[in-house]
């Protein structure tokens, strides 16, 4: 070899600088691995024809798919699960549109991604990539948390006699709650709010907002006493 001849890319290109006519002839390129030092014609005849039937065997990837374990729910633990019809040979996934963090855990080669303890924010859009030499396909599972009834807000403390009673309960939830009104143990209306007019002095006492969720099973309650004071009258002038 001469300054005009550089061997690049770990022996793998040879580039010539000014060529010249003498430097015409026959170049070979030999091939070594660990096991062998060269590989011939023949041999990579059969590699490219190994390649080419394992291309004519990958099935085209259909019915992708993520799904869920259970209904997910704030506190408890859940499994998503990319998978589909034909060859796989590789998944991807994306979370709200970005890559799953360090601490995602996945298993089965990016098949199942856990969450042991799931919290609301855990919510968003998931997206799982299928892909292998002939095709792909990507799929998009939203999830939402269940969470709740917490937070619960109620009504006023002190009204007059003979006016209108009006008393709301509402509580952060996913789905939303179910509320239940009940005085001394007796249900006055399966609603967030309660309203009764001209009320009276018997009406004072302790009301409770009873939250429930149907997939949580969760369920909190808000006690809530109301006064019900006399009407001032203006005095008389004598």
């Known amino acids: 070899a001469s300054d005009r001849v550089r061997i690049t890319d770990g022996g793998a290109t040879l580039t010539i600088v000014t060529v010249l006519h003498y430097d015409q002839g026959s170049y070979t390129c030999e091939v070594s691995n660990p096991v062998s030092s060269s590989i011939s014609d023949e041999e990579l005849f059969k590699t490219y024809n190994v390649l080419f039937l394992l291309l004519l065997s990958t ?5 992708g798919s993520v799904l869920s374990s259970n209904p997910p729910v704030e506190g408890g633990s859940v499994n998503l699960t990319c998978d589909s ?11 709200n549109g970005v890559k799953p963090a360090e601490n995602i855990v996945f298993y089965e080669e990016k098949k199942v991604l856990l969450f042991r303890v799931l919290t609301r924010q855990d919510s968003g859009r998931y997206n799982c ?5 002939v095709s792909s396909q990507s799929v998009d599972y939203t999830m939402n948390v269940n969470y709740g009834p917490d937070s619960i807000m109620t009504g006023p403390m002190e009204v007059q006699e003979g006016s209108t009673l009006k008393l709301s309960c ?11 009104w009940t005085k001394n143990g007796t249900t006055l209306v399966q609603s967030h709010e309660y309203t009764k007019d001209n009320i009276k002095f018997s009406d004072s006492g302790e009301y409770i907002c009873r939250a429930t969720n149907d997939v949580t099973l969760k369920s909190s309650e808000a006690s809530h006493t109301v006064n019900v004071s006399g009407i001032n009258f203006p005095q008389k002038l004598i």
């Open 59 to 63: 099935e085209i990837i259909t019915n």
């Open 85 to 95: 019809s034909g060859s796989i040979f590789t998944r991807e996934w994306m979370i």
């Open 129 to 133: 990539r299928i892909s292998n030499p």
């Open 170 to 180: 509402s509580a952060e939830s996913v789905p939303t709650a179910k509320y239940t």
